[in-house]
């Protein structure tokens, strides 16, 4: 097991996840339901396997794509992505 690696990756996705949709989702469906604990499995089940879709993709991709030339794909849609939410089209 590479712990620098599940370390790295637990904090970049840990900081990156606190206060997005998903959270605020939460908090509102326990707020409303107050049924913490299903709520917590689901949560946690829909984000293991969003995870799992990822990197059985990022695998799949890094097979088919070379490593230069995905990582410039991936800077290109955060661009996109970035100025269609600066022009507030997203």
Same mark, same amino acid.
């Given at each position: 097991m590479d712990w620098r690696l &599940?370390?790295?990756? &637990? *904090?970049?996705? &840990? $900081?990156?996840? $606190? *206060?997005?949709?998903t959270q605020l989702a939460v908090i509102t469906l326990t707020y409303k339901e107050h049924k913490p604990l299903p709520i917590f499995l689901g949560a946690s089940l829909a984000l293991a396997v969003v995870t799992l879709l990822g990197v059985v993709g990022g695998e799949a991709l890094a097979r088919a794509i070379p490593s230069h030339v995905l990582r410039k794909l991936a800077a290109g849609a955060f661009m996109v992505m970035g100025a269609l939410m600066w022009l507030e089209v997203l």
């Open positions: &599940f370390a790295s990756t &637990f *904090g970049v996705l &840990f $900081l990156a996840e $606190l *206060g997005d949709k």
